[in-house]
Every structure is written in C-alpha cells, then in structure tokens.
C-alpha cells in the first residue's frame, strides 16, 4: 500500500510533509499553489500522514502497480 495525494481535495497545509518519516512529501516544482505530492518511490504505506490530514479524501491509499 502507498499513499498518494488528491490534488483536488488538498489544501497544502504540509502537515503531511511535517508527519512523514520518510521525507516522502516533496512539493511540486513549478508549481504556484505550492502544493505537494507523494513521491512513490520513498512511500512506505506507512500511514502516518493520514492521521494528520485535516481533509478527508486529499490523501488517497493505493496499490502500486507491480513492475
Ligand atoms: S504513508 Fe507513510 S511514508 Fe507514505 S507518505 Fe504517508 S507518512 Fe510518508
Ligand atoms: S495533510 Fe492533507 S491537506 Fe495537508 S498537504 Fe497533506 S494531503 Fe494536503
């Protein structure tokens, strides 16, 4: 399991970036509302971020596609 975020639900508040052990959240490049994405690569699943997020829905629990 990962964890990605809804663009459309997420408000950037960054507490998930604050949550994450991992150093997963990163906040997209080029991007004027600052907001942040889940890099899927360092994503453990562990599910800390989703105790945090104040929006239900922005943060999205997934399968990766197997390579
Ligand atoms: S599930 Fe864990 S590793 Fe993945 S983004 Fe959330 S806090 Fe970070
Ligand atoms: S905690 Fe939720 S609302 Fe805040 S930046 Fe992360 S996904 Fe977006």
Redesign the pocket.
């Known amino acids: 399991m990962k964890v990605k ?1 809804e663009q459309k639900l ?8 604050e949550a994450c052990p991992e150093g997963a959240v990163h906040p997209m490049l080029n991007n004027i509302h600052h907001w ?1 994405e889940v890099l899927e690569n360092d994503c453990t699943g562990c599910g800390e ?1 989703l105790e ?4 239900p829905g ?2 999205v629990e997934y399968e990766p596609a197997t390579a």
Not at 10 to 16: E, Q, R, T
Not at 52 to 55: A, G, K, L, M, N
């Open positions: 975020i997420c408000i950037a508040c960054g507490l998930c970036r942040f971020c945090y997020c104040p929006e922005a943060l």
